[in-house]
Structure formats: structure tokens, C-alpha cells
């Protein structure tokens, strides 16, 4: 692509102050997006992106360039979108702020409209710094849905020079379907009570174990820092290792077999008294050896292997000799 002369010069003027500026947002940018469970992607534009940019006649000078250095915060859902303008503005200088749904746009057209964070660098009267606070950058908020398609759609549609209707159309279909997705995500709650049910005892088993032992833990018989993270995939697990256990075929009683689970625990919380479940283990882990020590569990199980602690052991000794387990020593 051939590039007029004047940009170029200007380009490869301000060209040695991009990729210090993007380590440097970027780098205030990580501690946040990893602490959040985020994603962060960033670019530096390059010179052919930019005089195509500017050969859309939409800009007034070089100040108006705001995306020379640009970073997109992938977030879940756009639920997420004002925790990260809230510490983008306890970080950096705002320009100014195009927020979703600002531009004006038709409710039969369906283009990527995400929120654009417009920042500088804060002075900090550091040597040398001044020229990379003069450069304004972009950081685009957008949910894990809106990157897929903008990623997607942007290879298949403007690195080709087969411009159809049907491309764009399709295209915008994409977007459509997205924008749905991400309605339907923050309703979640409100639309799943749309649903009509369908009988799965299994379902119906692990939300009675998560429930069962919630209220355990609600009620003081067990400590509340044993709580799990996920009641749900920890409901899943205890199921799956009554499932697994020699002469219980899966997918069979699996109410029964989440009844025999609660029974246990609750045996186990009864003999102890006012000792408790000891908190060196896991739930899981007191879980396992109240089944064990009930004979609802036996060894060996059918393709599981139990994570048996040294703490385990010493608390409940009838588990040393169970085998096949996970290998701690690998």
C-alpha cells in the first residue's frame, strides 16, 4: 500500500513513543484484569491502518487521532463494563468517554457500538515522560460475546476485497445474534424462570445436595470458611463419587445416592459433637471419609481418584489403604 509522504512523516515522528506508551498502560492494566478474571488485548496501529483511516475524511488533524495505541477489556458481561470505568478513571486522565448506545443508530441496524474509554497518560513530572503524556489512546470495553464477533468478522470481512451484500448481511446477522446473547446474559435470572422444567433426576440430586449442605453450614454444624467456592461443582463431585463407587451403576437412584451422601455427613457432624469437622480438610475431603467410614464408598473407584491429604489420614486412618488415589507425589 503505498502511503502519502506527509503521514509517513508524521507517523515515524511519534512511532518511537508508541510501544513505551502501550507497555505502560498495558502494565496498569494487568494487575486489574487478572485480579477481575478478565482478558486485555492491545495494538499499536499501524502506518497503513492509519491513512486508510484518515482517507475517511472523518477526521479534522492529528489531535482528533485518539487510537494510535489501543487496548480492548473483554469483560463476562456487560454488567462488568462500569467497574472497569470506574478504575480507568482512578488511573488515567480522561479525555472523554463515548459510552454504548451513545451514537446514534437505527433499531433495524446492527453494528459494533461498544463503550470507548478516551484517555492520557496523569502528569507525573518524571523526565522524559512528557511526550508519552501528550498522546491520547483508546481502551474499548467489550463483552466476551462483542470480541468474538468483532475478531471474527473483521478477518473475514475487511481482509478481502469481496465486498457483497450478503457478506455484510450475514455479518450483521452475527451482530444481531450477539447483541441477544448478551441481553439474554444479564436478564439470565429473569429469563430462566421462563423455562419449563424438564424431569432430570440427576439435576434435581446435585440441588439437593447443594442445598442440604448449604443449610449445614448455614445452620453452624460445619464452619463457614469450609464452604465450597462453587456449591454447584461441588454438589456435581460428591454425586459423581457416590455414582462411582463398585455396584452403583451410574445414572441410577441418583436422589437415593444424594440422600446417602447427606445421611452421612450428618451421622459423621453427630458423632463429632461440639469438636466439629476438622478445618485442615476440605468439605469434599470430610465428604469422602464420612462416606468411606459409612460404607456408602469403597475402593476402587470406577475412573476417579480421590485427593487423600496426609491430613486426611490422620483424621480418618480407614483411608490410607484407599487405592487407586491422586498421585500428590508427581
Keep these: 500500500m503505498i502511503t502519502p509522504a506527509a503521514i509517513r512523516k508524521r507517523y515515524i515522528s511519534v512511532e518511537p513513543y508508541l510501544a513505551p506508551l502501550r507497555t505502560i498502560v498495558r502494565d496498569t492494566l494487568q494487575s486489574f484484569v487478572d485480579r477481575e478474571g478478565y482478558a486485555i488485548v492491545s495494538r499499536i496501529k499501524s502506518l497503513e491502518s492509519l491513512a486508510e483511516k484518515l482517507e475517511s475524511g472523518r477526521y479534522k488533524g492529528w489531535p482528533d487521532l485518539d487510537d494510535l495505541v489501543g487496548f480492548t477489556v473483554v469483560v463476562p458481561t456487560l454488567s462488568d463494563e462500569g467497574a472497569v470505568l470506574e478504575f480507568l478513571g482512578s488511573v488515567f486522565a480522561k479525555v472523554s468517554l463515548r459510552a454504548r448506545g451513545a451514537t446514534n443508530k437505527a ?17 507525573s513530572g518524571s523526565p522524559g515522560r512528557e511526550s508519552l503524556e ?39 446477522q452475527l451482530k444481531a445474534a450477539v447483541e441477544q446473547l448478551d441481553i439474554m446474559i444479564l436478564a439470565f435470572e429473569e429469563a430462566s424462570l421462563k423455562i ?24 453452624g ?17 460428591v454425586l459423581d463419587l ?14 437415593a445416592m444424594a440422600e446417602a451422601a447427606i445421611d452421612a455427613v450428618e451421622d459423621e457432624l453427630a458423632q463429632l459433637g461440639q469438636t466439629g469437622a476438622p478445618l485442615s480438610i476440605s468439605l469434599w475431603q470430610f465428604t469422602f471419609a464420612s462416606l468411606c467410614k459409612a460404607g456408602v464408598v469403597q475402593a476402587p473407584l470406577d475412573d476417579r481418584w480421590p485427593v487423600i491429604t496426609p491430613e486426611l489420614e490422620a483424621f480418618y486412618p480407614m483411608v490410607r489403604e484407599f487405592v487407586p488415589r491422586f498421585d500428590l507425589a508427581s
Design 107 to 123: 433499531p433495524d441496524v446492527f453494528r459494533f457500538d461498544g463503550t470507548r474509554f478516551i484517555a492520557r497518560l496523569r502528569a
Design 196 to 219: 419449563e422444567a424438564s424431569n432430570w433426576p440427576v439435576v434435581e440430586a446435585r440441588r439437593r445436595i447443594a442445598d442440604r449442605f448449604a443449610g449445614i453450614v448455614a445452620s
Design 221 to 237: 454444624k460445619l464452619p463457614e470458611v469450609m464452604a465450597p467456592k462453587d456449591w454447584s461443582r461441588f454438589a456435581e463431585n
Design 134 to 172: 501528550g498522546i491520547t489512546f483508546e481502551v474499548q470495553i467489550r463483552s466476551a460475546f462483542e470480541h468474538a464477533w468483532s475478531v471474527t468478522t473483521h478477518a473475514l470481512s475487511y481482509k478481502t476485497p469481496n465486498v457483497t451484500w450478503e457478506r455484510l448481511r450475514l455479518a450483521s
Design 242 to 255: 457416590v455414582q462411582a463407587a463398585p455396584g452403583r451403576p451410574r445414572r441410577q437412584q441418583p436422589l
